[in-house]
Structures are given as C-alpha cells and as structure tokens.
C-alpha cells in the first residue's frame, strides 16, 4: 500500500507529472436512490403505492491535461443501466456507455476549442453536473427540452467587462443526432450558441447550493439559442424518431434557453425558462397523413430556491411547470412542486438528499405524489 | 513510471490518504475456462463430444474508504459477456454491468448499515466470491437456489460469546427484482435474515480452500431464510418472468439455507443444503389456466471436501444433488459428482483449477461429462 | 495531487512493484472522426454529400506483469458503440466490451504461451494497434479478410540467424467463432499459424510510420494461414452466421496472407495480399438449396506507402484492390486510391490524420469518394 497526498473528493487517483506532460483525475462516483409514488387523483386520496430502488448514476471519469497544460481532456463513463440505456439499430445497437469524450484546446488567449462528445451550451441546469445538484434530480423542464450531449465541435471565450463583470460565449457545431450514433447524420447539423454575463465576478455558478457562503451577491445569466436543422426526433436531438412510410420526417427545431443563478452568504436561486419550437411539429408521411408522432413544441419555467444552513443542512423549494401546445400534442400543463432537505456531509462528494413532489396535471386525474431519498458518494 | 510499495495480488492501485480521508484498492481478474462436454446417455457411450473457450469472468473492483475509516464502500464491474448478460426490458435493454455498488456505514458499535446494491446474506457459497472458490465454479444447488444480488439495505451485526466464538446476524431488505432493474418494483419487497456461528473463533470461513492451514479446528455455521413477497420470477429474484395474460403472476416465494464450512491444517469441506417453497408455485393466467411457467421449488444439498497439499496442490471431491418437485416442475432428480485438482501458484490470485464432473440424471438418458480447465488471475 | 515520474504516452498510471511482484500500465485513448462521403457514379458528379462524426474507438488498457516478469497480461477493453457492437444470441445478447484478455507466459527461453483472447497471428495490417496507423484507418483488404481476435492458446518462438536476421513463428489454436462468443462451440476449432523474417534485424515492424527515421533499411516479411474447420460465418469467425433450416452451414474456411513492411529514413511501405478460400462456398439447406449466404472467397491487395518529413508531418499513398469471386457472390472487384497526410504531434500518442479515398468499382455506378479527418489521443 502507498501514501498519497491526495484527499476524499479530489478523484480516487490524482497525479501531475514532474516533467509537466499530463495530469490525471480519475474519479468514480454513484448514486442509491428510493423512490416512492403515489397516484392522487384530483388530490383526494393517495393510491397505488409503489417503492422502487435503484442505482440511478454511476459513473467513471477521467480528467486532466496532456501534452501541454493547454490540452485538457475528459473521458466519463456511464455504469448504470439508466446511464447507458438508449441503444438501438442507430448506435450498432450497442449501450451508450460513453458520456464525454472530449479534448478542449487553448489555442489562443480566451479561446478554447473543444472536439468529441460532450454537453451542448444548453440550459444551466443540463450542464450543472447531476453530482453537483441542490436537488435529488433535474427538473421536468429539463428533462422536456435540454438538449443533451452532441459530437461535433465547440468554440468556448470568455473576457472580463469592467472591474468585475465575466462575459462568457460558447458556438457547438454538432451533428444533431445525440451521443454514440454510429449509423451517420440523419438530416442536418445542429448549431448552438450560447451569452453568459457574470456582473459581479466570477463563482460556482455550475454548482447547486451556495456551499461557498458567498460574501457578496453572485450572479450568473445566461441565454442559448439551438437550430437542428432537419431534426428526425421529437425532442430535437432526443426522444422519438420521426418514422414515416418512407423514411424519416425531416423538420427544423429550434429550443431556446434563458436562465440565472445567483448565490449569497448560503442563500441560492436558479431558474429557468425553455422554448422548443418547430417549422413543421406534425410528422406526416409522404402522402400527407400524420404519422401520429408530434415535435413537442411548447415552453416550461423552472424556478428553485434553496438556503443553506451552518450545519450543512439545506432547504430547497422548486416550482415547476411544462406547458406544451395542446393541440398539437395533446398534453395539458403539468406544475409539479418540491420540497426537499439535503445534508451535505463533505460537500456534493457525499451527501444525502431527500424530497417530495406534488405532481399536478391540467386535468387533475393524473395527479401524483413521490417521496425521494438519494444517497451520493462522489471521490 | 512509479514504483510502488504495492505487491501482487493486493491491487494494481491500493492507496491510503495521509490525512486518511479515503482510500483505493483497485484490482482486476479475469478467468479464461476451457469446457469440454460429452452426453453419456446411460453411462454407456461418450457421445457428441464438444469444445468450448470463454473468458469466464472478468471484474474490476474498487473497495476502500471514504471520508471516515467506518465508511466503506464497494464497486465491482463485469466485463465479460457471461457477467452482463441478461439485459431485459426492466433494465432498459441495458447489460448489467454493476455487480457491486454499495456503501457499509459503522455507525455504532458493531453494527453495520449497507446501502445499495450487493450480494444478499444467502448462501455461503454464493456469497463467496467466484475468485475464492476451491473448485472451477460453483454448484449446482448454488445456481438453483442462490438468492442473488439485490439493491437496497442491510443491517450486520457480529458479537463475541464466551472466550472464542463469535456469532454474526444480518438482515435485509431488497427491492425482490434482481439486480440494476430499472423499470420499477414488481409485487413486493423481499427479506432475507441470516445467523451464523463461528464456535473456534474467526477465521477465512468465506473462502475456499484452507490456504492458512489453520493450526485448530476451525468451523463456521449459517442459516439464512429469505422471503420475497409477491415474487414475480421462476427463481423468486432471478429465473424467468411469470407473464400471464393480465401482466404477471405474484407469489410469495421462500427459501431457507443451512450451511457449514469447515478448516484445519489444509483440510477443508464446505456443506450446504437449500430448500424454495411458494405460496401457488403453479403461474396461472386471470381464468385459472396455467401459463406454462411454474417457480421451481425444491431442495438441494451440496457436499464437498478438499485437501491441500505442501506444494499447493489441492484435490477436492464435491457431491451435488438437485430434487426440484417433480409433480410441478416435471423435472427429475439430478446427482453430480465432481472430482477436481488446483495449483495455487499464489493463493487464489493466480491458480490453476480443472475438474471432471459426471452429471446423472434421474432418468439417465441425459447423463453427461464435463472436463474443464480454468485459470484465474487476480491482482 | 500526488507527482509522478511518469510522462504523456506512457500510460495514465505505470508502476512496478519494488518486490517486482507486478507491474501495471493503465492506459485510456480515443479518436475522433469526421467522415464526409459523396457518390460519384461514372465519376461523374458528386452527389448525395453527407457527414458525420464519431468517437470512433475508446478504449481502456492495463498491461503489465503478474506474479514475475515472465508472466505479462493484458487487458483492453472498447468503450465506443463502434467497438462494443456485434452483439447477438451468440454473445448472450451482450456488447462486446472485452478486446483482450489474455495471459502470456514465457516459460522457456524464446518460447511464450498465450492464453485468452487476442487477436489471431493474421496479417499484419490486422495486429498492428488502431492506435499506431499511418493512415486514419485500416484498408478495406484488412476489413474483409482480416481474421481477427479469438479465445485459444497461442505458442510464440523466435530466434535469431546469423549476424542480424531474426525469425518469429507463431501458432494458435482458437474457437474458430470470434470474439466474446458464449454460447459454445459451432463446427470445430480455427488453426493460425504464422512465420516472419527480419532479415536487417529487429525494429518497430508493427507500427505504422517511421517514426524512429532509421538509419539502415529495416525490412519485415511475415505469411500466415488460417484453417478453420466447419466454420459457420461468411468471413470464417466473422461475418455473418450461414443459418440453414436445419441449424448452421459448416465449411472448413482457409486464409493465406503475405505481408512485407520496410521502412527508412522516414520512409515507410507495406504491403499485403490476402486469399480467402472455402471447401464450399455456397451454403444450402438440408435439401440442397442456397441459403443465400456464401462465403466471401476471393483476394485482395492492399499496398501503402508513407514519408515522414522532418517537421512530423506525413504524407502517405495508398492503393487496394478486394476482388471477391463474382460468380459466387456477386460482387466486382474494388479499387480503392487513397492519399492522405498525418501530422504527428506526440507521435502515435497525439496526432491529427486525414485522407481522401476515391472507390471505384467495377461497375462504375457505385463509385463514392470520402474525405477523413480524426484526432487521436492515446496515454
């Protein structure tokens, strides 16, 4: 056995070598979650109890430089079977097992160019790492209209504005399809772009919770704008496939993105705005004909607010609400709201959330209640 | 390159944090087996005789501390096709490639929490680990009856009687599906408890082989009793889905384990008997008619004995006899007998095992015989 | 963070044990790819253009020795969809995830046992890593008569003859059904064996490129064959399964490689001819009549030429011919003309490849043109 200077969180291996040629963050992490649901129908009683327990993320991950500082790379792996479910005919009906895979190129000042696979500059809350979340999972407005990982390439830049102020600029060019698809480029590509400002100086504004207890208001907005041109699925580059009598339905999707965290002295908020929408939302077949499958075009708003107390104990309230169009989807509104308490023990590297969820749908029939409680350990 | 304190078979990485706030053994194994079989039909003449190579197993395992030397955890993947098989609809078509992924809290005394996914305190043998074991693999009653590995939570507990022995409970409660579902919890919970009692004091009683040639006479005993409520497998949490015209068929499902093992001066015999009860073991669909599939309730016993030599070389003779019900499963009783040879060239790390087994059959038409050679590196 | 001694492209994590117990060499890579294609009938026009991009390959590596140096393993495992793929009932519907895992022991003089799975001792394109090529990838003659990795034991010798010569030869006896296969044995098993002469001495006659720019001609020559008895896939252990009414279609299937590389003072150049050949061809059902399938016999000629120029970049011509029998399978002979220009940053360890290949087939009509660009990471 050997002695290392390295510390619980800091990866499980963390080296540099002594001639400066490549740095190594190997880290692994997963997260023990119980989930309780109940129906509740137009929230008169509580129905069909069910408890369920999964390892909901495990992961691999790799970081560090090589070659020159100015290379950097990460590589993280997905374990659990909702981490690498997805396969089908167009990934070699093989499991995504890989997440990122990425090298990023400082090849000039402030300007970094990154080749591989990793998260688009989508919406905050997708590019906040699951492991470094205020809450035991991403809202539904998230999970409705993120636009996930892509392979392709992106241009990152980042230049300060006054005494303080961060302005941040990212541009993907990607192949639209999502990660691991190995069968070619179905339609066109995607672009991305993305504005940040940071007014009152650079924080941890890709971390929930205030663990920092900033001493000074923090704030970060930030607005991206997605074009996947002649996108084959429901949800841009995610969700179903467009089939049709003689192959794909073809159509542009467009998602737009404004969001902002702010954080002071324990005390944090994040929300969210999200917009997909579609030049042609109803996938017809060659004949005109629907082929019953629908861009799921509409908006959702994601609103979250959470304090920190001194013992490491967090409060956390979350409004959320998906509105797709009705009559192209045929889906009401749905508001779902959360409370939940999170303990963390050494920051997001081991914690324990818990919270619950009042799910309301338009129609009041589908209502739901779920208790979570999660468990993460993040080296 | 580095040179570690490090030695064979104790990791290829296995660090301690100065400030001890973590540590790492990673190890990896692999097996590579060579099985050939004949039908000896009557146990008159070998017939169609057939040759198979296989990776058999291979695993890389992270285990160690983190934060607190009374927080362990425990990762262990599968790599080889025979260790992820058995994607399914309820694992998101995915590989299961999570064996272990649990985290063991001292949090009082001798007490100890598990979270996650693990193996459950069933059987001895199944919760020896398929690198310690004293002949090629494990039995027949093993495959039968074993109650697997679960996600959810165990409680352990071990106490000193008298001057020397010492007596271990554990107690757990399971999702019932098997390991990495992800699609939900069908019918209920399952249950598992077991008690053990190491009269002589502790020793490597969760090992194969007596590779410390124990000076005394070393024995453990268990008895382990598992209920899965409302199962919904052939095996209660392995086994085939008892679909029937409306979903699935839910029974609860028993079963009860004693066992023994016992070691002195190179001596070693392991002993187990199994037994799998249900409440309706026949499945039937919503009118009463039966779907075919019926839980395969029965007993088994399993004796075996080996003796290791000064040079490492270790005989064993194993009996195995599986009686599942015959007016149910139709299946007749099988008797295996199995003699094998292992060289231990450094302990179960790197050995060399092979075995002969003749398998017969109630009805003797289905008799065969199987030669295999295995070889088993383990860092 | 700890300091190693360690350098970029010598692995993530390389040590020795100071007992010399062990030794490990853990190593990631991965590439990615941008491929644009076009049809070009009658080299006419460019039509139907289409790109797209990829994680190509991703793979895991620990390579090392065990219990002394005269044992070495290695363990590589695929992590891209790519890699992963060719899962069937075959592999108990599991991807692919192990390339090698193999033991190798030199237990007399020049002598070396291998035992688990690798790749075959077939031609030489073949056993050349994906990672150490001069072109982005492998020719077309290496793709179709290739005969890949395999779970068997090999025998490996060498020894020198007169002043500089040196003499390998190689025999293997495998399954005969490719990588990870599960489910036993179908027809018999496969025998490779292999012969290969360095008449000016010893050099880094399996990697693309002359990298080290020798200062005396360095020449390898090597020739293999391949019999695989009853073999049940159209590319004998690969392909697809010649699936009949009664079972499978067995033929015994045989392989003949020549293959030559030579490299100077920068330049580089090798060659390659392939010969598939089978008992019968055309697989027919119990009364005779074709499946459809037919193994794919024919030959192939790949040839390649590179210089190295002092800056590290390379510009490097290739030309391949597959011509597979036409009366038995239908297809024409291809021609493929490649140019390409790699400029390698670290070596194989950090580079950037890109080529154009133009196809021309026989018939003209199907002919396409691809442009290539991949950047390949490798520690």
Known sequence: QDITNNKFGKGLVNVVAKDSSYSLKFAARFQSLYTGSWDFPNNDNLENGEGQLLIRRARLKFEGFAYSPKLTYKIELGLSNRDISGG????SNSPRYILDAVLKWNFYENFELWIGQTKLPGNRER????????????????????????????????????????????????????R???????????YTGRLEVLPFGDFDDYSG???????????????????????????????????????????????????????YQGFSAMAEYAKRTADNAVAVNSDGTPTGRVVEVGD?????????????FEVVGRYTQV?????????????????????????????VQ???????????????????LQIDIHF
Chains 1, 2, 3 share one sequence.
């Open 88 to 91: 089908s005919e167009f990934t």
């Open 180 to 190: 691991n698809v190995t069968t070619g480029n179905l339609g066109g590509y995607q």
């Open 323 to 351: 509105a797709l169009d009705e009559t192209l989807t045929g889906e009401g509104i749905e508001n779902q709201y959360t409370f939940g308490v999170s303990k963390y023990i050494v920051g997001h590297k081991l914690k």
């Open 354 to 372: 818990t919270d619950v969820s009042w799910n309301d749908y338009e129609n009041n029939l589908d209502n739901s209640l779920a208790y979570r």
């Open 127 to 178: 590019v906040i790492s699951s492991a470094n979340l205020q809450t035991v999972d991403r809202s539904l407005v998230n999970s409705e209209f993120n636009v996930d990982r892509e392979m392709g390439f992106q241009l990152h830049h980042h230049f300060g504005l006054g005494e303080k102020a961060i302005i941040k600029e990212a541009f993907a060019f990607s192949q639209g399809e999502g």
């Open 209 to 263: 919770a205030d663990l920092k207890r900033e001493q000074t208001p923090k704030l970060a907005l930030g607005v991206s704008y997605d074009h996947n041109s002649n996108a084959v699925k429901t949800r841009s580059n995610s969700g179903s496939y467009m089939t049709t009598d003689t192959g794909f339905f073809e159509t542009d999707i467009n998602t737009f993105f404004v969001d902002g965290i702010f954080k």
């Open 300 to 312: 959702g708003i994601n609103m979250q607010a959470g304090y920190l107390f001194k013992n490491n």
